[in-house]
């Protein structure tokens, strides 16, 4: 359990236009647990206080709001944003002010000024993913293009994934708390932690001697590899065929489905059509 000497990380977590399926993922971790993340001390003398979730969170309404707004004031905070940033106004909104909404990104902006780091957390919040997707109607952004429009400098580092693996997220913040905050060589050119999104998915697969027989497998399920029905395994970067799903059950390809490129920039309009073979390798961008 956390004690007195503890040292204390405050966390707000802020939900934008996303699924939840970021906090899904969480909540389902198994080693450390969401109860070890929450309650214990995710690493000897380090804990973390998450002061906001809304999915998660027993307090609710003004309580809740002020309680979100002190730890702001004081700042230093851990911030962790869920789904995308949507255009100002009628697009969501986080408590008010002066009986007005505060909208996504302005609540973004005040969070985020103060924060000793921004998480991305999910594909949406680090490039803009599924509610970015084409005709992208909320004009939804990613989190760190949000900032960088407001000339916002804190910290962005991404944790992509749709939805992001538990231990992407518990071991990014693992490291802050025991190291501070990452070095910029430990980082991608997405600013991804190299730690979990430094190996490609083809290089690791377990059906990569297929691929390079030229064994292909002609629907899903099927033995072979997956390349011609339109598995994005050569353009990804994730552990997930090392690390697996599920407290290490299975994963996406060894399941029988393939890789749709989940934690890339550009997914799912990137990716798609995601059940055909890629024409060509497509130029990565972060939005
Ligand atoms: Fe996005 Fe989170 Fe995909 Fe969903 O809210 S990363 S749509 S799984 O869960 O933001
Ligand atoms: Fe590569 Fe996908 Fe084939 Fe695995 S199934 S070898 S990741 S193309
Ligand atoms: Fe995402 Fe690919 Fe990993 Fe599946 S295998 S979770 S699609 S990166």
Redesign the pocket.
Known sequence: MANQKSDEYPVIWL?GA??????VSLLNAASPSIKNLLIDELIPGKHISLRFHPTVMAGAGVKAIEAMEETEKKGGHILVV???IPADGAFGSVGEKKGKPVSIPSRLESLAQNAMAVIAL????SFG???AANPNPAQCLSVAQALKNKSITTLVINV?????HPDWFMGTVASILLWGLPKEEELDEFRRPKAFYGKLIHEHCPRRAYYDEMKFAKKLSAPGCLYELGCKGPITYADCPLRQWNNGVNWCVNSGGMCIGCVEPGFPDLMSPIYQKMASQPEKKEV
């Open positions: 939900q996303g699924c939840t399926g970021c906090s869920e789904g995308a999910g594909t949406c919040a993913g599924i509610p992509p994934g749709c939805p992001p």
